[in-house]
């Protein structure tokens, strides 16, 4: 149980001297940069969500955590998209950010009696982060955590900001860097932000950017850097893009994103099930 967790010791990747000396840590223990449960057993019922921006102004998922399990009873796997904390908007600082993400996926633990499966997104990519999320896979068999994708049965999981990288799945991780780089927003930016929220502008320019169509033609045509048999690939969920996504069907893919949870955005978990391959 989680519950009976220490608290995550990340201090050695904290005060490591350079970014490539934090990296050589966290790879000691951290993933592959993709997760691939096809044995995991036909019949399975999961729940995926994604871009909750836990810490940021106007986030509705703090709550999660204790809805959660009551909202889907039958379901007994997590799939944790993407963007699920956001370190570039919290107020906390850096250290505070990373103690209260800490406190929020072990309360999730404590409450969701399945798996749980964490993909990194860009708002909460940080070297130090990742020494969190690979303390938790440490100490907790129901978790595990992976830098890109998750592929299960017939579907791909997958962070939604390979569009933003050039189209090109090599090409993340350097995009992810300049986030984990990146101070948070100032005071002004964050009262500047809110007021956006309130006015309800935020919801234009994901609309307008990420039309459902082109976002869907994009992805299908990267399904071949992702896994080795593409053809077998019958659905796709996928986050990022803050436009809810209720089952486009292209070329025999269907394509899943639940929107985000943000103030006047459009947003739903998906249910889905363990198909075969």
């Not at 998209?81 to 250290?95: L, N, P, Q, R, V």
């Not at 077998?232 to 486009?248: E, N, Q, S």
């Amino acid at each position: 149980m989680v519950k009976e967790l220490q608290s995550v010791n990340f201090r050695e990747v904290v005060i490591a001297k350079s970014e490539k000396q934090r990296e050589s840590l966290l790879m000691r223990q951290g993933p592959t940069n993709s997760a691939d449960l096809s044995p995991v057993a036909p019949g399975r019922k999961g729940v995926f969500v994604s871009d909750l921006h836990v810490f940021r102004g106007r986030s509705k998922g703090e709550s999660l955590p204790g809805e959660l399990q009551g909202a889907y009873p039958e379901s007994n796997l997590l799939v944790l998209g993407d963007d699920i904390f956001d370190f570039k908007w919290s107020s906390m600082g850096e250290a505070g950010t990373l103690l209260a993400a800490e406190k929020w996926l072990a309360s999730l633990l404590d409450q969701w009696r399945g798996d749980v499966v964490f993909l990194a997104g860009n708002h909460d990519c940080s070297l130090k982060f990742f020494g969190v999320l690979s303390q938790f896979a440490l100490h907790c068999e129901r978790f595990t955590w992976h830098r890109h994708h998750l592929h299960l049965g017939d579907a791909v999981f997958l962070r939604g900001d390979v569009l933003d990288a050039g189209h090109d799945v090599s090409k993340l991780d350097s995009y992810r860097n300049k986030f984990d780089r990146k101070s948070s927003q100032s005071i002004l930016s964050r009262r500047a932000y809110s007021a956006i929220v309130a006015m309800r502008i935020h919801r234009m320019a994901p609309k307008m950017r990420h039309r459902e169509l082109k976002t869907c033609q994009k992805l299908l045509g990267l399904l071949p850097q992702l896994v080795k048999m593409p053809h077998k690939i019958r659905r796709v969920f996928f986050g990022h893009t803050h436009v809810a996504v209720a089952g486009r069907e292209l070329n025999g893919v269907t394509f899943y994103n639940p929107g985000a949870a943000v103030h006047h955005i459009a947003f739903k978990p998906i249910e889905f099930d363990v198909n075969e391959p």
